[in-house]
């Protein structure tokens, strides 16, 4: 049991009390469609070749134990929250492993704390949703190959759209799809609905990503007034093999939080524990 006096990050070696400063903290959305956000930060972590530096001490999530994601030889171990870091600690990033199961209000609440604590520049939190929410072609067609985002208030918005698109990979905010939503509902005499109805459906009430973008939770964490600028990705996908989707999003991440230079481009390494998502042969028809 996690009491009110234990330290909420349980570091794994000896680390400085700066060791977070400055850094952007990558959060996947806990239980999202398709689990895009946890397959992305896993892609990432072993694309940057970061490395496990602690655990986040959760009480709220389903403890769990299991092999390393990155390196079935060693005897090293994977646990319900991890916290990686690249070297350079610019980049930190928190994997979970299993579900949040209560509170996530107070969950969200206590990782805002701690990053403000730690003076991390940046939350981006990566999140999806059904494909199948976008009921006309017109929206559908390349939301595959498009990210989402929204803001908190204090979010430096130009250094997402000055970002040239690559990869034909788009991002762009939401607002723009919401209000293509409303207007060809509009054309077609459905029933009109509000920004915020619209909204909930793609980032429902109550779940993570939503909850970090309320402003009174933070407004709340933060009493002094200093809010941490966060960002909200969303991607739109199908149910099923999304390992597409976590490329998609690691190069809209990599586009806007590290884009290189002289055009170089991050190499995306698949983690150790891909190859175990799909069998690579078909099963034996001598089954059936």
Same mark, same amino acid.
């Given at each position: #049991? %996690? ?8 570091? +794994? &070696? !000896? ?37 496990? %530096? ?8 389903? =403890? ?7 390196? !079935?030889?060693?005897? &090293? ?8 870091? /690249?070297?350079?600690?610019?980049? /930190? ?11 996530? +209000?107070?969950?969200? $609440? @206590? ?13 981006? %939190? ?10 006309? =072609?017109?929206?559908k067609a390349g939301v595959q190959s498009t990210i989402?985002? +929204?803001? $908190? &208030? ?15 990979? @788009? ?10 939503? #409303? ?17 909930? @459906? ?7 990503? @939503? ?17 941490? =600028? ?10 099923? $093999?999304?390992? &597409?989707?976590?490329?998609? #999003? ?19 390494? #698949? ?11 078909? =099963? ?5």
């Amino acid at each position: #049991m %996690v009491d009110a006096t234990t330290e909420y990050f349980a570091p +794994k &070696s !000896h680390l400085s009390s700066t060791s977070f400063k400055d850094s952007v903290l990558v959060i996947p959305s806990s239980q999202s469609f398709g689990n895009v956000g946890q397959l992305t930060v896993d892609l990432l972590v072993s694309s940057f070749s970061a490395q496990l %530096v602690g655990y986040l001490r959760e009480r709220n999530i389903s =403890p769990i134990v299991g092999p390393s994601a990155f390196n !079935h030889v060693t005897s &090293s171990l994977s646990t319900a929250v991890e916290v990686f870091q /690249t070297e350079d600690k610019k980049l /930190t990033f928190i994997q979970y492993r299993a579900p949040i199961l209560k509170q996530m +209000k107070e969950v969200v $609440n @206590r990782i805002q704390k701690w990053a403000k604590k730690e003076q991390v520049k940046e939350i981006v %939190v990566l999140s999806s949703t059904s494909a199948v929410l976008l009921p006309d =072609p017109s929206l559908k067609a390349g939301v595959q190959s498009t990210i989402f985002f +929204k803001c $908190n &208030s204090i979010f430096p918005k130009e250094a997402i759209q000055s970002k040239p698109e690559s990869n034909s990979i @788009r991002v762009v905010p939401i607002d723009q799809l919401i209000n293509q939503f #409303m207007l060809i509902s509009n054309q077609f005499g459905f029933p009109s609905s509000t920004y915020d109805e619209i909204f909930s @459906r793609f980032v429902k009430k109550g779940s993570m990503p @939503r909850i970090f973008l309320e402003e009174e939770i933070e407004d709340k964490v933060n009493e002094d007034g200093g809010k941490i =600028p966060l960002i909200l990705f969303v991607l739109f996908c199908f149910e099923g $093999n999304n390992i &597409s989707e976590a490329i998609v #999003m690691s190069n809209a991440f990599c586009s806007i939080f590290h884009p290189g230079q002289a055009g170089e481009t991050l190499r995306l390494q #698949m983690p150790e524990s891909w190859k175990f998502l799909l069998a690579e042969t078909p =099963p034996s028809l001598s089954l059936f």
